[in-house]
């Protein structure tokens, strides 16, 4: 019973490691600037796989690679994918608010 509540503890700090969850709770990430272009793209296209992560989870430089590994999943998984007008307000978004 104690390694399996171990485990579950452990795991649950690997799934929230660097998320900059604020004080709005678990789950619940805060996003900066959340009615600009970029964050409504990313609330409505991201959250329908998973909840919507904190810009500041990757660099700038990483946030191209992440979303196009994004929209192949959805084409993939058989979700819209994200128009292309809005794959630059979304990036410029994410760059803006990236770690570092």
Not at 3 to 9: D, F, G, I, K
Not at 63 to 89: C, D, F, K, S
Not at 93 to 99: C, E, G, I, P, T
């Amino acid at each position: 019973m104690l390694n399996r509540n171990v485990v579950s503890s452990v795991a649950l700090l690997v799934l929230f490691t660097g998320c900059d969850i604020p004080s709005g709770g678990v789950g619940k990430v805060l996003l900066p600037e959340p009615e600009s272009r970029g964050a409504l793209v990313m609330k409505e296209n991201c959250s329908s796989c998973h909840a919507a992560p904190s810009p500041g989870v990757h660099t700038a430089e990483e946030w191209p690679n992440v979303i196009y590994r994004m929209q192949e999943h959805r084409r993939m998984t058989g979700y819209t994918l994200i128009a292309p007008e809005e794959l630059e307000p979304l990036l410029d978004y994410l760059q803006r608010h990236s770690k570092g």
